[in-house]
Structure formats: C-alpha cells, structure tokens
C-alpha cells in the first residue's frame, strides 16, 4: 500500500517562502499514469488543489496560485517537493500530498498523508 508523508516546518513567516516535502514509500512516483499532488485545506474552508506533478516530470498548477507555486521532485529519493513564495496568513492551512489518478474529467485521490499544520505568522 502506498504511504505519503508530508514534512517541512510548522511555523513560516510573511513574504518567506513554505516549503514541504512529500516522502513516498511501497510506490515510486515514476510509475506511470499517476500526478503528485498538493492540495491544502484553510481552516473552517474546503479543500484547495494546488497543484501537480506527474509521472514524467511535467508540472501542473492551479490558476489562482500558479504565480507563486513550485512542484519539484527527487526521484532518487522518491519525493516530491511544494515551494509556496510570499506567503500571507491566508496560506495558514493544513498541506496534504496526495496520489492523483485522472480518468478523463474525472480526478481521484486514493491516496493521502496525514497532512501537516503550516501557520503563517511573524
């Protein structure tokens, strides 16, 4: 079964840059057809899809964060990496990394990290 799990700091100052890394294990994020994702959830707010990698390296992005959004991976050690520039309080959230399959329009996530608490605060 594949296991992801989500690291970085807990505690990110304004204008800086969040930066979190997705560790997966019992599956390789070579393996085709699948997208890496990250997706976060603003407290008392839904779930907000950030963004994606998929198998081959290329890189997806959601509109709204596209400016300040970085998905990049290590394949050697078989994680994926979020870089979130300038942040504001309003990016205070829990960040899940999560496995995408897409079959046509349709998206699905069947598999998640427990996510980690970033705040944003000076």
């Known amino acids: 079964q594949v296991q992801l799990q989500e690291s970085g700091p807990g505690l990110v100052k304004p204008s800086q840059t969040l930066s979190l890394t997705c560790t997966v294990s019992s599956g390789s994020i070579t393996t085709q057809f699948y997208y890496w994702s990250w997706i976060r959830q603003p407290p008392g707010k839904g779930l907000e899809w950030m963004g994606a990698?998929?198998?081959?390296?290329?890189?997806y992005y959601s509109p709204s964060l596209k400016s300040r959004t970085s998905i990049s991976r290590d394949t050697s050690k078989n994680q994926f990496t979020l870089q979130l520039s300038s942040v504001t309080p309003e990016d205070t959230a829990v960040y899940y990394c999560?496995?995408?399959?897409?079959?046509?329009?349709?998206?699905?996530?069947?598999?998640w990290g427990q996510g980690t608490q970033v705040t944003i605060s000076s």
């Open positions: 999560a496995r995408e399959v897409r079959i046509g329009t349709i998206h699905e996530y069947g598999y």
């Open positions: 990698i998929y198998y081959s390296g290329s890189t």
